[in-house]
């Protein structure tokens, strides 16, 4: 389903200093897989997830999801595709904190203009499976940790998309709520869905929902 | 092209708004400012015009003057009688007026003068001849407008005024009343006296007037006799109603460019000012750009969105200075700029702006503020729809 | 040279057109020459950047443009108060050499900028942007006709001398006048009448056959003879006067400002026929342009129709 072909991805910071993220990179992520990117810091982990959910362009090589070239996409279309395909969780959450529970979870929503009933069925659907339905009017700033979390797990679930990323997702979490984040991904691995995560935590390690563990170092899968 | 309100969206714009408090609210305050001092001066200008055309309705269709070398000349005063036989003219009348010069007090007085027997070419004048006692003494009398007397009363002259003539003696006139003509612009500086008294201080013969005139039946036809008596009299002036008025309408046209032009170099600095502010991004909102942009925002979207942000800021602003301006000018009666557009002579006149509402002033306006506004914030909405969500997002 | 605050404002606005017209016309070039989706170096993405910028200000342009032809036109009517012999803005349009022109262009360009827009998001719906280098070439053409415009409406106002007479549209539009427009008056009424009702037959039968680029020609072809008729006849049902021809004074109050309908209709509806020809696009988009041209179009028609059949209703005879 996910498939990047000889990727390389590499950064011009000035003139004479590059910076080579990915080296010649290939994998694939088959349907329903949920894939583990193991490896330190600079290893090229992040820059994978930026290159599936086309927020970023390979330099050269080609990113394939679901038969489609996503590599080349205009700017516009990569949007597009990013909303209604990827969920992505980031490592910071990225919520907007003077924003409520809700008005964060439907923000992918807001430029499609949709039908209220529509919107409100999204909302709760999200917001029930992850557990948030009560602080729904609370202002994110308001919210601990671990909840603000599952405000991010729904934001990226409400357009019901077919891939799951997230980044370093237990980076800021104790071990409590990094195995409550663990239990959320066992409900999403039973709704099939794809998922891919970038992380170094040892938790994840032989965990029983993992399909696969890819090993990533200074840019290069070992 | 029919799509439905984006709600959502506008929502949005308005918490976005809300979060750059201090940012937007100095600009709001700045562009309301603006369009308030604007809107005030058209607003003041229209009154006024409104003002000065009723009066210019109130004055004769034609007035025939002299012209000798150019400049105006006093006017035989038979010439009446042959514009009388001009066919379409009802009346002529030759007045006799002109402006003293009150050098103590630094003013000019319009003097007009009146027979008793004659028709007045003015309803005021007509009340001032059948009810003061302007003819009924034997001495000179007059009566003056309010701005007079107490310019008059200042320089210690409570009951009469002495008029210095041309050959340098004096001569007294007494008060006998005080009145107010059909609008306040015209009648705060005039003094009504006899025909007589007016010739006298200003040394015309009695063969003499300063001008003629002319009432006419059918006021389509004015242009048609106006050409008939330039015949009769090739070394006169006419001068219509209707060219009055578009006079007033050039120079209070001429006044409002004035202020236009400051205005716009104002907009100017404004218009830096905002693209400044608005290019100005912290990282609080580039960061929020692109978290919008990487859970699937456009750039058409975000460009939308800043786009409702813009246009709510200045609307916004557009409406209150609007409203601002209406009380300021019909509640508060403009104090201090209303002073800048009717200051001729030292005898302002406190009178009352009346209410006129034109729906071109608000569209012109609204031309001048809330484009202009959007504009100065294309360039900066669009380098922000354009930033890459990678690496705003690390 | 005539400077109310409405001319200023509209200097104003032209000069800020003008500015941001030229930058768009710059990235146009840039994008022409440079536009290649294949590659992936910076430059190109520069310019997918930068095309998001030359499109907004086009369409910035638009929206502004249109409502501020409006004001144009009232304008123009303002002014005639201060022009002697004027009575609406026909006389203040043939004050000028200029005058006549710019309005024709103004008209020109609000189709040519409507058509870019209608060009543009059609272009953008498609992955490969097929029409790009397109849509900035056409650009590029009408960024001459949009400067041309601005600067004639500057010589325009600035040539204006409330001094000098000018014609009352009943000389202008009368069979009399030596002006270009008499001479449509020397055509058969009659004649005009059955062509505008024929080829708004046309229209509809085009319609049915979806025949595009036939749909398209005969809208372009409405354009003018609906203009012409409109002097000619139907003009002077709505004044109720057989020699009142101008087609500006049905824009004032006394006339309940139904000239402003009645060319709205008539802009929608054809503009629209000629995107139905000349923007490709999916099909339920053309048949949503192929309904609202109809629709339009029927609509001026039956308005202007109304007129006539009131008249005659009421009156019992023609003019």
Known sequence: MIELKNVTKSYEINKNNIVVALNDVSMKIGEGELVVLRGASGSGKSSVLSLIAALSKPTTGEVIVDTKQISKLPDNFASEYRRDNIGFVFQKYNLITTLSVKENILLPLVPLNPDPDDADEKLTRVMEMFKISHKKDAIIKNLSGGEQQRVAIARANVNEPKIIIADEPTANLDEKLSLHFIEMLKELKKLNKTIVIATHD????????????????????? | MRKKINFYLIEYAINAILRQKYKNIFIATTLTFLIFLLTSIFFITNSIKYELNSTVDALPEIVVQKIKAGRHYDIETHATEEILAITGVVDAVARVWGYYYFENAGVNFSLVGVDEFEAQYKESLQRVV??????????????????????????????????????????????????DGDTQLESNDIIVMSKADVREIFDMRESMATDIVVKVSNPDEVATIASKIKLVFPDSRIITKNDLKISYQNIFDYKSGIFLALFVVSLFTFFIIIYDKASGLSSEEKREIGILKAIGWRVDDVLKEKFYEGFIISFFSYMIGVILAVGFVYIFQAPLLQNIFTGYSQLKTSFELPFIFDVQTLFLVF?????????????????ISTLDADEVIR | MILTPEVLAIFILNTIFAFFGIIAFYLSVKIYLNWDLSSTSKAQYRLEKQSYLAATIIKFIFIIKVPLFLFFVFTLDKISNVLTGAMCGAGVVDATDTGTALFVLKIINLYIFAYWIALHNEDVKHEKQPFLKQKFAFFIIAFFLFMAELVIEGVMFGSIEIDKMVSCCGTLYSSTSTSAISSIFALDTSLLLYM????????????????????????ALFVPISLITLIVFFGTYIYELPSHHCPFCFLQSDYYFVGYLIYTLLFLGTFYGLVVGFVESKKEDKLKSYKMSLIFNSLYVILLTSFVMIYFIRNGVWL
């Not at chain 1, 696969?212 to 170092?217: D, G, K, L, N, W």
């Not at chain 2, 003056?144 to 107490?150: E, L, S």
């Open chain 2, 367 to 383: 031309f001048l503020s809330v484009p202009i506004y959007i504009a100065a914030t294309i360039i900066p909405s669009w380098k």
């Open chain 3, 196 to 219: 505008f009702y024929g080829i708004f037959l046309l229209i509809v039968v085009f319609y049915f056959l979806k025949n595009k680029y036939l749909f398209a020609i005969s809208n």
């Open chain 2, 130 to 179: 059948e009810t003061s006692e302007l003819m009924n003494t034997q001495d000179s009398s007059m009566v003056v407008g309010r701005g007079v007397k107490d310019t008059m009363q200042k320089n210690y002259y409570k009951d009469y005024f002495n008029f210095i003539k041309p050959d340098g003696t004096l001569k007294r006139v007494d008060l006998v009343g005080v009145f």
């Open chain 1, 202 to 222: 040892p938790l994840f390690f032989g965990l029983d929902i993992v399909d696969r563990e890819i090993e990533m170092h200074n840019g290069a899968i070992i």
